[in-house]
């Protein structure tokens, strides 16, 4: 159903409302500073905490991440239904967002090969398609979903989800709207998924468990 062209067929997806939320404008590093690369450390992200490359990326900590953030980025803090704990993170940037999503994973790694059977099962349930392709971060979903804006409207829209496993610790990404477009948009939210860090922490937990996510030093909860 889904081809991959040059670079990736980018994707992405449905809406995501945020119950507490923080800017993280950085005045020091520009979109392109984001983008600067594994040709400094040979390393290719989205990083461990201990194997940070020197590559001169500003970051902002959120505890079980350290998210590469460029001037104009939005960090949205997505809370559970019982808004007792932050979920994930939704990176905004003008018409483009990816939610992030830290995971405990197994030492031997294999969780995005676990997960997939039930994402896909759950976007085909919801009326949706996906398929199973390869792209810029290994194996990644891609399809479309049926989606209702607040103005109860009906469309259907494109998905794209990817993974990155690292030592006891999965980092799961969404691509939605402009991010989803081939390009730099696209290209933007993936360099911000790959200068990313993961502090995984040696407390115990399950696989796919939430690593701890906090909001960034000196930061406090917006207004509900």
Do not use: C
Not at 54 to 69: F, L
Not at 80 to 89: A, G, L, N
């Amino acid at each position: 159903m889904f081809k991959r062209k040059a670079r990736a067929e980018k994707a992405a997806a449905a809406e995501a409302t945020a119950e507490e939320s923080t800017a993280a404008d950085s005045n020091a590093a520009p979109d392109a500073a984001v983008a600067a690369t594994s040709a400094v450390s040979g390393a290719v992200g989205p990083y461990d905490v201990s194997d940070v490359p020197d590559n001169g990326v500003v970051r902002v900590d959120v505890g079980a991440m350290r998210i590469a953030t460029f001037p104009g980025l939005q960090l949205s803090f997505e809370t559970d239904p019982t808004q007792s704990r932050f979920m994930s993170i939704l990176a905004i940037h003008q018409d483009g967002a990816m939610r992030m999503q830290p995971l405990a994973a197994p030492r031997s790694g294999g969780l995005w090969a676990e997960m997939r059977p039930a994402i896909i099962a759950s976007i085909k349930q919801s009326g949706g398609d996906v398929d199973e392709v390869e792209g810029e971060f290994g194996i990644e979903l891609l399809g479309v979903v049926p989606v209702v804006t607040p103005e109860g409207e009906n469309f259907r829209q494109s998905i794209r989800l990817i993974a990155h496993e690292g030592p006891r610790w999965m980092l799961h990404g969404v691509f939605m709207a402009a991010a989803a477009d081939e390009g730099g948009k696209a290209e933007t939210f993936e360099d911000v998924f790959r200068q990313t860090v993961v502090v995984r922490g040696d407390q115990p937990m399950a696989p796919g468990d939430v690593l701890t996510i906090t909001l960034p030093p000196g930061a406090t909860p917006a207004a509900p």
